[in-house]
């Protein structure tokens, strides 16, 4: 890899989440081969959608999202937190045993049957844009004039 030390800015970036998204498909092969994981519905596009959002809110590309990492989540997802309520949703994802959210933990958080907080926020974003089963048309909203007005 000599020859990725000349890379710069978006070039050495993509690399970088390439190697990430590697690394956490390796994870999810490790899901689709779990005996307790077998039955889950439509596990491998569930896994890759998992994967796809991690990697996008994994700041620091050190495979965990850290404080930053949730506080630009929530953000983005139109349900800012405070530091203390991201906090305990981290605690309450890890089991109070870390202040960063690994992949795993993740992974483990959104197939499991209870409901944290943060999958909650993250299945009610998917389906507010519409990856879940919604009916959103796409384009500009037709033409109206006053009478069609209530």
């Known amino acids: 890899m000599p020859s990725n030390q000349n890379l710069q800015g978006g070039k050495a970036f993509g ?10 498909e390796e994870i999810n092969k490790e899901f689709m081969e779990d005996q307790k994981y077998r039955d889950e519905e439509d596990l491998p596009e569930k896994l890759d959608s998992f994967k796809n959002k991690y990697a996008e809110f994994d700041l620091n590309d050190q495979g965990e999202i850290d404080m930053m990492g949730m ?9 800012p937190k405070t530091h203390l309520e991201m906090k305990k949703m981290i605690s309450e994802v890890t089991g109070g045993c870390s202040e960063t959210i690994n992949y795993r933990d993740f992974v483990k958080m959104m197939l499991g049957k209870r ?7 993250m ?15 796409d384009g500009p909203p037709p033409k109206r004039d006053i009478t ?3």
């Open 148 to 150: 069609s007005l209530p």
């Open 115 to 121: 409901s944290a907080v943060l999958k909650l926020v």
């Open 15 to 24: 690399l970088l989440k390439e190697q990430q998204r590697e690394k956490l």
């Open 123 to 137: 299945m009610f974003e998917d389906k507010a844009n519409g990856t879940g089963t919604g009916c959103k048309p």
């Open 71 to 79: 506080k630009r989540m929530m953000e983005k997802l139109g349900v």
